[in-house]
């Protein structure tokens, strides 16, 4: 798999995307996006994947949000197309669960699209903001709708309207993120999490993702029958008979 903004690997049912343009601290350009896509795709049809890391490439920055030159040129019509929001929201869809490994800056676009994986564990260095509105745009990528559900609506309204940079310790504070370690320490971390998460059932990774993504996509009563819909194809299944059977004859490795 050879993208020109991304690295891509799998190994051991942990599937890796770095986004590769250091030099402009991984900014989100046209390109980027395209192979996003290409390689999101490429990863989701494949069964020997449970798990998928993003990270950034250089360690200075997870992403810096969307290419600003590329943004300055678009028009309304473009806005229109959710070049962005579609990406994330495939992101977010992406069928098992996905970790964003994250150290120094991880603003904008970058910031909204570790929100939108499943996961986030940010090294001391790193630095979260949305400063859409000092350039005249707002977070349309999801950032409005995601950084409230992560944060309360208060904290996203601030974040937003101040463009202020939150840093890891707050970040992990008010929940934008799940873990703040030492920055040499994220992959290892991310990586352990990964590990652990690619050794559960299969299907209930993939149907638990579906469930819970419903809880914030539909009203609870639709909700619940997904979670029920679920839990029926799960009951049905040789993963589970398996998993308990062998909890019962004494195999499972004790946690
Ligand atoms: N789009 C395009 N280029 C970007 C970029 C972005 N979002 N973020 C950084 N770059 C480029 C810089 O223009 C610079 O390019 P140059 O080497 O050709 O001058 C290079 O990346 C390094 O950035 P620099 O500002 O020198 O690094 P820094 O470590 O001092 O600061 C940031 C890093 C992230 C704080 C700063 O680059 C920044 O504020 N970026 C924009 C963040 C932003 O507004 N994102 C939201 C976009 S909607």
Redesign the pocket.
């Known amino acids: 798999m050879t993208y020109k903004n991304l690295l891509v690997a799998v190994d051991g049912g942990i599937a890796a995307i770095v986004l590769n343009r250091p030099?402009?601290?991984n900014?989100i350009d046209k390109a980027m996006i395209d192979d996003l896509h290409a390689a999101l795709d490429a990863l989701a049809a494949r069964d020997d994947v449970n798990v998928l890391v993003l990270s950034g490439a250089g360690g200075?920055?997870f992403a810096?949000?969307?290419?600003?030159?590329q943004?300055r040129e678009r028009k309304s019509r473009e806005a229109l197309l959710a070049i962005n929001a579609r990406l994330f929201q495939k992101l977010e869809e992406f069928p098992v669960p996905t970790i964003a490994a994250i150290t120094g800056?991880c603003?904008?676009?970058g910031c909204e699209l570790a929100m939108a994986c499943d996961i986030r564990i940010a090294g001391r260095s790193s630095r979260f903001g949305q400063?859409?509105v000092?350039?005249g745009?707002i977070p349309a990528a999801g950032g409005t709708q995601r950084l409230p559900r992560l944060v309360g609506l208060g904290r996203a309204k601030e974040i937003i309207f101040t463009g202020r940079m939150v840093d890891a310790d707050e970040a992990g504070r008010i929940g934008l993120v799940n873990h703040v370690v030492d920055d040499e320490l994220v992959m290892e971390r991310a990586q352990e999490m990964a590990r652990q998460i690619a050794a559960q059932g299969r299907m209930a990774l993939r149907l638990a993702k579906v469930a819970m993504n419903a809880s914030s996509r539909t009203g609870q009563d639709t909700g619940f029958l997904v979670e029920q819909i679920s839990q029926a194809v799960l009951f049905d299944s040789a993963d589970k008979h398996e998993r308990m059977t062998a909890f019962l004859e004494k195999r499972t490795k004790k946690a």
Not at 64 to 69: E, L, M, P, S, V
């Open positions: 030099d402009v601290r900014a200075k920055a810096a949000g969307a290419d600003i030159a943004l800056y603003l904008g676009g400063p859409e000092a350039l745009i």
